[in-house]
């Protein structure tokens, strides 16, 4: 469910990518940050949007897959935790797409690796062993969180990069 709307997120994310990499490559730094910042506010407020309706509906959208309540009982609070943060995923997506456009492969690997790698494995691992299913249900929430804060240097660094240029 999470994934429906963040896929028409990345799209939107994929229609800023050229926007950014031609106006980097062409040193018009002020549009790079006009576009970064149109697709972070617009995306943040689809994904707001997004997120409510997911709460709202959290049991409805789990019977969707699956007619069992004890799969609704645990699948609709994790909707639910989950889309709580899922607004984070304006700025690590447009993050992402604009250190990629950029040519800032470290960071922007990093980045990438940071929602589903770097922080949800781990958390998985830990949180389950704490606090059983309440924890797998809050690693995705927390890693999104912890993502955002991995987010935030690289793209400021790189917003000052450009504005001294």
């Not at 407020?45 to 309540?69: E, G, K, N, W, Y």
């Not at 004890?70 to 997506?93: C, H, K, M, R, Y």
Request: charged share 10%.
């Amino acid at each position: 469910i999470i994934m429906f709307a963040n896929s028409a997120m990345i799209g939107f994310g994929q229609g800023f990518q050229p926007i950014c990499g031609f106006n980097y490559g062409a040193k018009l730094y002020s549009r790079v940050k006009e576009a970064f910042w149109f697709c972070v506010k617009y995306s943040f407020a689809f994904l707001v949007v997004t997120s409510i309706i997911m709460i709202i509906f959290a049991p409805q959208f789990i019977h969707l897959f699956r007619d069992d309540a004890e799969v609704i009982a645990v699948g609709a609070p994790a909707l639910i935790f989950q889309a709580i943060t899922f607004p984070f995923n304006s700025w690590i997506v447009m993050s992402n797409m604009m250190l990629q456009s950029a040519g800032r492969a470290a960071s922007a690997s990093i980045l990438a690796s940071a929602r589903q790698g770097l922080t949800l494995i781990p958390l998985v691992l830990i949180l389950s062993h704490f606090f059983g299913i309440t924890g797998i249900q809050l690693a995705q929430p927390i890693g999104d969180v912890i993502t955002v804060f991995i987010a935030i240097p690289f793209t400021f660094s790189f917003l000052n990069s450009i504005k001294e240029k």
